[in-house]
């Protein structure tokens, strides 16, 4: 089945760029996400990219995908101390339903 | 106003207990899905409805029964808790079975003692 990977955890500065990484092994995946969950809250959707994009950029976020390497990131700008949560990668899990697989989390750390 | 509601927000019981966790979502969408998130934050899907279908069903220990009465509500019964069910469980919606985004409840904690 679908593997989703992701690194556990990242420390940054406040100011600083963020880059959360995730690594997939379905390439039929059409859509790729990026959920946000803040401490005790369920999960929010950040952003997502279309399979056929190499690039989304929205505000201080930007998405880069490259499809050869089934690789995908999440740069966070100007990383806030407000961006510390845990961050998921997630793809559908292939078939004909919204079945989303989710990465193993990337907490984010962000010192004052 | 609430987009995906669950009922309890925490829940603590006993082993051996049988407990029920609520859904309800207020956006029109067709799409229900139940995810477990366990201790370590691995989230997993367990059940999806399409307009009270079943459509999803991972494998799950058979005391987990999912209920949807309307495609508003999805409900989780459990039957004879075990130790092992302590996670933290979501219930999300989706417009429809097809893709796009899911919208996620704020999770019911169940702690089995």
């Known amino acids: 089945g679908e593997d989703v990977e992701q690194s556990l955890f990242l420390s940054v500065r406040e100011g600083d760029s963020s880059v959360i990484n995730c690594t997939y092994t379905?390439?039929?995946?059409?859509?790729l996400y990026w959920y946000k969950q803040e401490p005790g809250a369920g999960l929010q959707l950040l952003t997502y990219i279309f399979s056929n994009m190499d690039m989304k950029q929205d505000q201080r976020l930007t998405v880069l995908l490259n499809k050869k390497d089934k690789h995908l990131s999440l740069r966070i700008a100007d990383t806030q101390t407000g961006d510390s949560a845990i961050y998921f990668c997630a793809t559908p899990g292939g078939g004909a339903t919204n079945k989303l697989i989710f990465g193993t989390g990337t907490l984010l750390a962000v010192q004052p | 106003d609430t987009a995906v509601s669950q009922t309890p927000k925490y829940l603590v019981t006993q082993m051996g207990n049988d407990k029920s966790i609520k859904c309800e979502q207020n956006?029109?969408?067709?799409?229900m899905y139940w995810y477990k998130q366990d201790s370590k934050k691995f989230l997993k899907i367990m059940f999806s409805?399409?307009?009270?279908?079943?459509?999803i069903n991972e494998t799950v220990p058979n005391r987990f029964s999912p209920k949807s009465p309307d495609k508003a509500h999805l409900n989780l019964h459990i039957n004879s808790l075990e130790l092992g069910d302590s996670a933290v469980y979501f219930c999300?919606?989706?417009?429809?079975?097809?893709?796009?985004?899911?919208?996620f409840g704020p999770g019911t904690r169940l702690t089995v003692t």
């Open positions: 956006l029109g969408h067709d799409t």
């Open positions: 379905d390439s039929s995946s059409t859509y």
């Open positions: 999300a919606s989706s417009q429809d079975s097809w893709g796009g985004e899911q919208y």
């Open positions: 409805y399409n307009n009270k279908e079943l459509i």
